[in-house]
């Protein structure tokens, strides 16, 4: 326990906790930039699942990362492809549609996996390859910042610095204010002649990209291959967090830190000889009573506002 | 002609339903056929095989059993308009509870099993409940709340009845619990089979459900409130109380359906995973079309095609988890509301004409 306790305040802890965010901050950038157009992207933790897949499937079988890296991308863009096809052009409600590409998730990779290397539990058959752990340069020799910040795996210094790429393609370009505008009123945007059910597909497409680094990231670098059920819930955090993070990139990677900690804590304690079940429950756990706190205070500031302009009047 | 055009155009949302059955069904065919290297065998096994013995139709009806209250827990829940996926947490919370009471209360032979089933059906009320008193009082989205449920609810009981309780059995080969005691458990019913009271228990709750929603005044102040909040609120439906009703009556269905399946199918109580019968319902309550009655049909449906799968993948080279890709296509094409929509236009503009 002492030693668990001493870990948490070391260096090596925060490391991890930039490491186990990653993959939830990727899919939670994802569903920032769906709900901003409108889209409840509720198929995240499919398109992680189906992106780790693919990403295993592609690398160990080829043994080349790139067509690993690839496979995953296009994995995950053709489940978004068809919660598009359905939810804008055909017009299902998409929050259900999601639940059923969910349900895919789960048994169809298992189904794939299965028929492609006759294994329902994991790839370990295959050697995935995995995603090189970046020292950098200068930072490295630095003693506190580059025990945190050097040594990572290449896509957890991608899924920050896509933090502010996303924030600049939400606020500093016209697609950004097309995407922003949709979402916040779809007639009005149509009024002005936005084309609004192409930007839906451009935002869905990209929310479905930056979840499948996410994918990526768990079969190729957190992970070594895919293992059944692997994304457990992340996607599920992620929606979370972006809404914690009111749909804000920074916001979002904010509340993304908060359970890639509580998730970190889980690790150190799962080591520490606390019973596993209690340590696993600990992220879900943090993720509703963020929730909760966060709606809370949505709650009061709404309140407030609406007794000042009563005041006002 | 006529007439057969015109029930069509009447029943349109029943071709939909069968259109993407259909659909889901050709297309999981053409995937076996695609991969199998005995497509021909694969196929028959799915479709013919849970009809091949008693034993194997047998597991289709105890199949049954949990997906109808799957189903109808989804049903009550969606009918207020929330996605409410706590179904998944109280089905495992209830057969859980439902194996504590066993284990730890000695009552006489009717007694046992209604109490454990009682417990369970609370528990499981509790869970959804909390989702839905979350979303009501602070406007907390219910469809993420719910789902990080189902894992508290997983690892608590998890770890209570493995860990916490010592009811863990040492010298059993798999973890379990200890035998759950014979004045607990529900007896079979039909010999041959391992079809056990549950079904009776089950038929019931059909029935109440089927009151509920359609012959009590909460039950129209449920469809109002689900069809159309604002509405509802200005003709002075208190409709918070109504969601919050429903989604604990949706929860107590959940947990009753655990502690059936519990008391029903197992010696001991062996969950060491989530039962998935949760999302199961999903399916189940989108082909009964909000209708609690048609909920054990679908259900029945369901179950045959999983035993169908189970027997094909325990004979041939395809993995039961194709059904996977079933269940989902046919959400997917159900809830297209475009889906067949032109056919259904040339329908009614060439009866009008016709008609004239």
Redesign the interface.
């Known amino acids: 326990m002492n030693e668990a306790m001493s870990y948490i305040f070391s260096f090596g802890f925060i490391h991890s906790i930039l490491r186990v965010t990653t993959p939830i901050l990727f899919a939670t950038l994802g569903s920032v930039v769906a709900e901003r157009a409108g889209t409840a992207n509720i198929a995240l933790e499919a398109i992680m699942l189906f992106s780790a897949l693919g990403g295993a499937l592609g690398s160990g079988l080829t043994g080349s990362l790139w067509i690993g890296f690839l496979l995953a991308l296009a994995s995950g863009l053709l489940i978004t492809a068809i919660l598009g096809v359905f939810a804008l052009r055909l017009k299902a409600d998409i929050i259900l549609s999601g639940i059923a590409l969910n349900l895919l998730g789960t048994g169809g990779t298992v189904f794939i996996m299965y028929t492609i290397i006759q294994d329902k539990g994991n790839t370990s058959s295959i050697a995935t390859q995995v995603f090189p752990n970046w020292s950098i340069p200068v930072l490295d020799g630095i003693p506190v910042l580059g025990d945190i910040l050097s040594g990572h795996n290449a896509l957890t210094y991608l899924a920050f610095l896509m933090v502010f790429l996303v924030w600049g393609l939400l606020f500093k370009t016209r697609l950004g204010l097309r995407i922003r505008s949709v979402g916040e009123n779809l007639h009005a945007a149509e009024s002005v002649g936005i084309h609004v059910q192409r930007i839906q597909w451009l935002a869905l497409l990209i929310s479905g990209f930056l979840t499948s680094l996410g994918g990526a990231f768990m079969s190729m670098g957190y992970m070594n291959g895919f293992g059944q059920n692997m994304v457990s819930g992340r996607g599920f955090i992620a929606l979370a967090a972006a809404s914690m993070g009111q749909l804000h990139p920074v916001g979002g990677m904010l509340a993304a830190l908060i359970f890639g900690t509580a998730d970190a804590v889980s690790n150190v304690l799962a080591a520490a000889r606390i019973p596993d079940e209690i340590v696993k429950m600990i992220p879900y756990v943090a993720t509703i009573i963020g929730l909760v706190a966060f709606s809370i205070l949505t709650r009061h500031k709404e309140q407030r506002r609406r007794q000042v302009t009563k005041a006002e009047s | 002609m006529h007439k057969a055009r015109s029930w069509l155009t009447k029943n349109f949302t029943v071709v939909r339903l069968a259109a993407a059955v259909l659909i889901g069904v050709l297309f999981a065919m053409a995937v076996i056929t695609l991969?199998s290297d005995d497509p021909a065998a694969a196929i028959s096994k799915l479709f013919t095989g849970p009809l091949q013995s008693k034993r194997r139709f047998g597991n289709v009806i105890e199949l049954m059993i949990p997906l109808t209250f799957a189903g109808l827990s989804i049903t009550v829940m969606f009918a207020a308009n929330q996605?409410n996926?706590g179904a998944e947490g109280a089905f495992y919370a209830g057969g859980a509870v439902a194996a504590l009471v066993a284990l730890n209360m000695p009552l006489p032979a009717f007694a046992h099993p209604a109490a454990a089933i009682l417990a369970g059906g609370l528990i499981g009320g509790v869970t959804c409940l909390t989702a839905g008193a979350?979303k009501v009082k602070?406007?907390?989205?219910e469809?993420?709340?719910s789902?990080?449920?189902n894992?508290?609810m997983y690892?608590?009981f998890?770890?209570i009845l493995f860990?916490?309780s010592g009811l863990k059995d040492p010298d059993c080969g798999y973890v379990a619990t200890y035998k759950l005691p014979g004045t607990a458990v529900l007896p079979r019913i039909i010999q041959g089979t391992r079809i056990h009271a549950g079904l009776i228990v089950t038929a019931l709750a059909v029935a109440l459900i089927y009151v509920y929603m359609k012959h009590t005044k909460w039950g129209y102040e449920l469809k109002l409130t689900g069809e159309n909040q604002k509405f509802a609120r200005y003709s002075g439906i208190g409709v918070g109380g109504v969601i919050l009703a429903s989604q604990f009556i949706g929860g107590v269905i959940g947990g009753t359906g655990g502690a059936v399946q519990v008391l029903g199918m197992y010696e001991r109580f062996q969950w060491v995973s989530l039962p998935?019968y949760g999302?199961d319902g999903?399916?189940v309550a989108?082909l009964a079309r909000k209708n609690p009655l048609f909920v054990p049909v679908a259900a029945f449906f369901l179950a045959y095609l999983r035993i169908g799968s189970d027997a094909m993948s325990s004979s041939t080279d395809v993995?039961n988890?194709?059904?996977?890709?079933i269940?989902?296509?046919i959400?997917?094409f159900v809830?297209?509301?475009?889906?067949l929509e032109a056919y259904r236009q040339r329908m009614v503009v060439k009866e009008a004409v016709e008609h004239e």
Request: aromatic share 16%.
């Open positions: 991969i996605f996926m979350l602070w406007g907390t989205s469809l993420v709340t789902l990080m449920l894992y508290v690892y608590l998890k770890y860990t916490g998935g999302f999903v399916i989108i993995t988890e194709i059904i996977s890709i269940q989902s296509i959400i997917l809830s297209a509301k475009v889906f």
